[in-house]
């Protein structure tokens, strides 16, 4: 097994930066190439991955190959988990070794769409825990990272959370992210909705288990709403169906700014530490630090919050 060190850490965090904002310049180019495409009406080149809410495009594949090969040139002994490559059947197991876990494009539909939030987010893996996180969106050129016990960061300097935790009494003063996602069956739309409007609604004006969050936002990146929650934009986000490649980065950028990220609501306990079997296992919430009070510690309202929110909503099994 490849051991790392510290130091080692610090470079790999530099050059997945470095590679990120490589990345980005690729990630603008194809934004707008589609774009012109569209506007053109010539739109062969854009591809459907399950429904026209999902699409894949060759930008995706073109960042993914870039990422891949300066990695493999780089660090030729480090395993690769990458969405592109996932698809095409190339699904090594998870082992102790360190593994970057890439989304060469996370918010695709965005990228289509020139609407701003999409990234390409950069994890690395040791000993099966997400251990670095580099999340850049150049859309705004905001660049969010971390290293494990080293905090996490906006654009290099700015530590994470951008202000004080403060408290969070109940979900019914939170902001919610949350994502349609692009398994649109029936079945998965109806559990979805009954959630969202459980979340939103209001308990006094006839909605049953209403909590009335103060609203839900659908940011349309996994990679990005960690950011968010990492930030204190957001104080919860929510979602089944995303795969490591969306989360591993956003897990290591959370934690290090005092979020707390947990698995389904059959895990057990809810302690905050990122299994293997939360990092693969396609259902997360994620809850922002928050404010010591007299009555409870941080870390004890953030377990609450947890439970109290997977009392207000309907899981199922990801396809």
Known sequence: MTSLAESDLDDILEFSISLAKKAGIIILEGSKAIRERLGASNSEAINSKINSVDLVTEWDVKVEEVVNNEIKERYPTFGFIGEESYAKGIRPPLTDDPTFCVDPIDGTTNFIHGFPFACISIGLIYRKKPVIGVIYNPFLDQLYSAVSTKGAYLNRTTRLPLTAPSPLPSISSALIGVEWGSSRSAPIMERKSRSFVRLAGNFDEGVVGGRMAHSLRS??????????????????????????????????IAQEAGAFVSGSSETSPHDGDVTEEILTGRKYIVVRAIGDTPEESGRVAQVRTVKEFYESIEEWDPK
């Open 219 to 252: 940011i349309g990146s996994a990679a990005l709403n960690y950011c968010f929650v990492a930030s204190g934009s957001l104080d919860i986000y929510w979602e089944v169906g995303c795969w490591p490649w969306d989360v591993c980065a956003g897990i290591v």
